[in-house]
C-alpha cells in the first residue's frame, strides 16, 4: 500500500505538474491557431506561414533546452534554503535567455537566404522570411517566460503561467485579426501582421510575469531582480553547462519526428499527410507528461537540496505514476477510437481514403509507444533535477539515431513495410531511450542513498 510519504509527494506533483501540463496544452492551441488563420489567407500564405514556423521553432528550442537548466538549479538552492543562490540562476537565466536568443534572430533574419539554399520554392521562401523578421522579436521574451516559468515552479506557483498562457490565446487571435486582414483601422500586414502579433503576445506575457515575480508572495522575498545588471559568470556558465545537452537532446528527438516526415514523402503523399495527422494528436497527449517531466524536475530538485534522497526516488515514482496513469487513457483512445480522431482532420470525401486509413494505422502504433514516451520525458525530467544531463544526451542520440531512424528506415524500406515500419521504428528508439534513462535514474537515485 502506498505510505503517506508517497501519497504526499503524488500530490504535490501534481498540484504542480498538472498547470504545467495545461500550460504546454495552451501553447500548442496558440500555435494552431495561427496556423488556422494564416489559412484564411490562402493556401499560398499557409505553406509559406508553415515553412516558417517550422524555422522558428528549431532556433527556439535550444533555447527552450538551455534556459530549463535553471529549474533544477532554482529548485536544488531553495531546497538547501540558499536563496541568494537561487536568485543568481534566475538572473542569470534571464542574461542566458539573451545570449542563446541573440544569434537566433541573427538567424532568422536571414531565413529567406537558408530556405533557398534548402532548395524550397522562391515564393514561399520570401513570404516566409517576411514572417521571421517580424516573429524573431518574440524569441528573447518566450525564453524569459521559459526563465519564469522555472522560478514560479520551484516555489510551487504555476496558476498565474497557466492564467497568462490562456489569456495569450484570446490576445493572439485578436491581434492577428487586426493585423493580418487590416480591421480596426489597422494595416493589412498579412503574414507580416502575424509575426508581429507573435511577438507582442510574447511581450505581454514575459511583462506580466515579470511583475508576478516581483509581487507574489514568498517568491518576492528572494528579491528576484535585484542587481539585475551585476555579471555572475560562475553561475551563467553552469546554466550552458547543464542546458546545452538539454537543448540538443530536444533537438535530437524533434530531428528523428521531423526525419520521419521527410521519410514519409519518399513513400507517398498520402502517408505524408496520415503522418501528420498522427505526430499532431500524439503531440497533444505528449503536453501532459511534458508538464509532470518540468514538475518531476523541480521536486527532484527540492529533495537533492534538502539532503533527502528517499524523496528523490518518490518524486520521480509519482510523475512518473500520473504521467502513465493519463496516456494509458490517451492509448486506449488511440487504439479504439482513431477514426473519431482523424475524421477531425479530412473532409468527409477524404473521411474513407487512404489516408485516414493510414493515419488510423499509425495511431495504432502512437498508441503502443505512448507508455515509453511518458517514461522517457518524464525520467529526462527527473534526471535533470540531479544536474544530470550529459547522460541522457547520449541516451538520447543512441535511442534515437542509433536505433529509431535506422530502424525505421530498415523495416519501411528494406522489409518494404512502408509508412508504418517508420512508425515503428519511432517505436523502438523510444523504448530504447526510456529503459536507459530509467535504469541510469534508479542507479543514480540508489547512489544518493548509499552517499
Known sequence: MPTPAWRGELKETLRLGLPLALTQLAQIALETTDVMMMGHLGPEALAAGSLGLNLFFAALLMGVGVTAAVSPLVAQALGRRDPREARRAYRQGLWVAVAIGLPGMALLWNAESILLALEQPAGPAADAGIYLFWVSFALIPILWCMVNRSLLAAFGRTSMVLAVSIAAIGVNVVLNYALMFGHWGAPRMELAGAGLATSIVAALQALVLFVHVTRARRVRLLRPLARLWRPDWASFFAILRIGFPI????????GMFATAALLMGLISTDALAANQIAIQLASVTFMVPLGLAQAAAVRVGLAVGRGDPASVLRAWQAALVGGLGFMSVAAAVFWFLPHWLVDVFLTDEAAGGPVAALAVSFLAVAACFQLADATQVITSGALRGLKDTRGPMVIALTGFWAVGVPAGVLLAF??????????????????VVAALLSLRFLNRARKLQVE
Open 247 to 254: 537543448g540538443l537532446t530536444m533537438v535530437m528527438e524533434m
Open 414 to 431: 528494406g522489409l518494404d513495410l512502408g509508412g508504418i515500419g517508420i512508425w515503428w521504428g519511432l517505436l523502438s528508439g523510444l523504448m
